[in-house]
């Protein structure tokens, strides 16, 4: 598989992924939550569809910065809604130019977000638990 995790203690683990990024998954200091990582997967990938369609108008240097919310249900225990916000600097550009930029923006994201596009549709997955000998 290309991600993988080994439990370093009660609830909590080290992850990896085939390019040797690593990450630490618990509650603890220093670690992402599943629900966290899921949020930043969307954040991350809201951003990257979003960041061609951006630099055209304001440069590959651009500054962005980003936030995410998600409301969650205690009763159904999972996330019922998320909020993306990206914030780039539109500084000495004209309304017009906002506007369109924008358009094209949410476009590139509603087509290529694959974190978006999985998430707006049901999605089956499957666990298996295997023995080893």
Known sequence: ????????????????NERGATLEIGKGEGQWSPGELLKMALLGCNAMSSDHRLAGLLGEDFQLSAGID???????????????ELVPDFSGHS??????????????IDRQCT???TLDHVVPHRTTITVEE
Do not use: C, P, W
């Not at 309304?95 to 590139?108: C, G, P, S, T």
């Open 115 to 117: 974190i978006g596009r």
């Open 70 to 84: 998600g409301e969650y249900s205690e009763a159904e225990n999972r996330y019922t809604d998320f909020t993306v």
């Open 95 to 108: 309304d017009e130019e906002i506007a369109a930029v924008i358009k094209r923006a949410l476009r590139a």
């Open 1 to 16: 598989m290309s991600l993988h995790i080994e439990r370093t203690g009660t609830r909590q683990y080290h992850g990896e």
